[in-house]
């Protein structure tokens, strides 16, 4: 269904993305309010993506569509965020680089495999799981900038949460191309 309630959450996630990014940007913010607003606009959409699944499974409304839609939408969301983290010099343009490539890499791939019937082959594994979650994190304590509960200084483990999400990202990129190989293989002969 083009709108149900699950398909209208990732909609909302696909709509935060330019006010996120735009809070960061506003006249007259103070930064530590900047990345208080966009860090808890994040947080809020990002969930959207658990709450999205869990509603389509339990209210039996699962549609090709809305498949379609979540993880474009996810996507979306974490490039954008890149880049601002990027702008503000709180991620290392490689970073942004490794991530946003791989996304754009696995995503033709997944067409690709779909066009050639084969799309069980490259399903969501663990490992992108695990690389997304991480990932996630890494985007929060980056947008936040400070130190959270006067203990984690979430620049730091931003920090390092992204740069474990990068390896995350080429692990399952490499998962996936082992995984989609020999169908590519078995299709081009």
Same mark, same amino acid.
């Given at each position: 269904?083009?709108?149900?309630?699950?398909?209208?959450?990732?909609?909302?996630?696909?709509?935060?993305?330019?006010?996120?990014?735009?809070?960061?940007?506003?006249?007259? !913010?103070?930064?530590?309010?900047?990345?208080?607003? &966009?860090?808890?606009?994040?947080?809020?959409?990002?969930?959207? +993506?658990?709450? +999205? &699944?869990?509603?389509?499974?339990?209210?039996?409304?699962?549609?090709?569509?809305?498949?379609?839609?979540?993880?474009?939408?996810?996507?979306?969301?974490?490039?954008?965020?890149?880049?601002?983290?990027?702008?503000?010099?709180?991620? +290392?343009?490689?970073?942004? !680089?490794?991530?946003?490539?791989?996304?754009?890499?696995?995503?033709?791939?997944?067409?690709?495999?779909?066009?050639? &019937?084969?799309?069980?082959?490259?399903?969501?594994?663990?490992?992108?799981? /695990?690389?997304?979650?991480?990932?996630?994190?890494?985007?929060?304590?980056?947008?936040? +900038?400070?130190?959270?509960?006067?203990?984690?200084?979430?620049?730091?483990? &931003?920090?390092? /949460?992204?740069?474990?999400?990068?390896? /995350?990202?080429?692990?399952?990129?490499?998962?996936?191309?082992?995984?989609?190989?020999?169908?590519?293989?078995?299709?081009?002969?």
């Amino acid at each position: 269904m083009f709108f149900n309630l699950p398909t209208s959450l990732t909609w909302a996630r696909i709509v935060s993305i330019p006010l996120i990014v735009a809070v960061f940007y506003w006249p007259g !913010l103070e930064q530590s309010t900047q990345n208080l607003v &966009g860090t808890v606009l994040f947080v809020l959409f990002a969930l959207t +993506d658990w709450a +999205d &699944g869990w509603l389509a499974r339990r209210l039996n409304q699962t549609s090709a569509f809305g498949a379609f839609l979540d993880p474009v939408a996810d996507k979306f969301l974490v490039c954008a965020c890149l880049l601002v983290l990027v702008q503000l010099e709180r991620a +290392d343009v490689f970073v942004a !680089l490794i991530i946003i490539g791989r996304e754009i890499a696995i995503s033709a791939l997944r067409e690709w495999m779909a066009t050639i &019937g084969a799309v069980r082959s490259v399903a969501v594994h663990v490992v992108g799981k /695990l690389k997304t979650a991480v990932q996630m994190v890494a985007i929060a304590f980056l947008l936040y +900038d400070a130190t959270l509960l006067g203990l984690i200084d979430t620049r730091l483990w &931003g920090t390092v /949460l992204i740069w474990i999400s990068a390896v /995350l990202t080429v692990w399952s990129m490499v998962y996936y191309l082992q995984k989609a190989l020999p169908e590519i293989r078995a299709k081009s002969r």
